[in-house]
């Protein structure tokens, strides 16, 4: 049997410690890299996350002047266009968006709507109108249903209101809903037609009124009131929903 020297032994030793090293060196080489990895994976990640947002959540840099305007109604009173695409409001620390039909110009919140009206001496409890052309006002209330049907009156029947009344010279009608579990009502006013002041009890649903299409300058207000559902005013003889 050949005898290994000591020298020999000792030289395999350092050998085989020399190769351990470079073998942990390795491994945490391959460790770091793979680190690497994953923080460029997450960064890039996140980076996407942020572009997200911030195409998701625009920052609005429209003035609160440029959001509506004073409508003259006539007889010294006046009405509020929204230009806002929506109107928030704040209630019991929630923010309820509603979208405004015709709107375009970033966000409006009620309260600083409100504010700013009182400033600069305007009623802040004016009604919002709604403009049309000559022989359009039937057609834009239509158009206007229709597209809170989409969201807000989503679970509403539009053909049928809470209340559909004629008083003076003007159609009075009322809708409920809610938002986020939050009762809301939508209260619109409408002149109406001749035809309706003597046909108005036969009607069963808003589709059958005529409106005023004679005015020079037509319109229709509504309003948003939270916190509220309206009751159902019984009128005799009255067909709606029937």
Not at 3 to 25: D, N
Not at 74 to 87: H, P, V
Not at 148 to 156: A, N, T
Not at 223 to 228: D, Q, W
Request: aromatic residues 12%; charged residues 30%; glycine residues 4%.
């Amino acid at each position: 049997m050949k005898k290994i020297k000591f020298s020999e032994l000792l030289l395999g030793q350092v050998l085989l410690f020399i190769l351990t090293i470079f073998a942990c060196s390795d491994n945490k080489n391959i460790k770091t890299v793979d680190k690497v990895k994953q923080r460029t994976v997450i960064k890039k990640n996140i980076d996407k996350k942020e572009k997200l947002s911030k195409a998701i959540i625009k920052p609005d840099k429209v003035k609160i002047r440029n959001k509506f305007k004073i409508f003259n109604m006539g007889s010294s009173e006046t009405g509020i266009i929204l230009k806002a695409k929506n109107l928030v409001y704040n209630i019991n620390n929630k923010q309820i968006v509603i979208p405004v039909f015709r709107g375009k110009k970033g966000t409006l919140y009620i309260n600083n709507l409100k504010d700013h009206c009182k400033k600069n001496n305007i009623d802040p409890d004016d009604f919002f109108v709604i403009r049309s052309r000559r022989g359009h006002l039937k057609k834009d209330l239509m158009k206007f249903l229709r597209f809170y049907k989409k969201s807000i009156l989503k679970d509403v029947d539009i053909a049928v209101p809470v209340n559909m009344l004629i008083e003076s010279d003007a159609w009075f009608i009322d809708y409920n809903f809610e938002i986020e579990g939050l009762p809301f009502s939508l209260g619109i006013i409408v002149y109406a037609g001749q035809k309706d002041f003597d046909q108005w009890g036969d009607y069963r649903n808003i589709f059958q009124i005529i409106t005023d299409e004679t005015m020079k300058r037509p319109y229709f207000e509504f309003h948003f009131t939270p916190n509220v559902h309206v009751d159902k005013v019984e009128v005799w003889g009255q067909k709606l929903g029937k």
